[in-house]
């Protein structure tokens, strides 16, 4: 399970895409609070540690 974290492969699959389309067609340079891939980042680390505590129990 190391290798999903927990996310389904859906997921996975659409994180990647989504972040190879931002680093091909976003945005030039942004602060770290604007930075598109930055938030996808962000946003996976939040449901990483939520499947990691749901899994705790």
Known sequence: MA???GLSWG????WRV??????VFGPAQL???DDP???LRRERARRVEKARRSREG
């Open 3 to 5: 290798g999903s974290e």
């Open 11 to 14: 997921y996975r699959f659409g």
């Open 18 to 23: 989504r972040y190879l389309l931002t680093s």
């Open 31 to 33: 602060g770290t609070e």
């Open 37 to 39: 891939q930055a938030k």
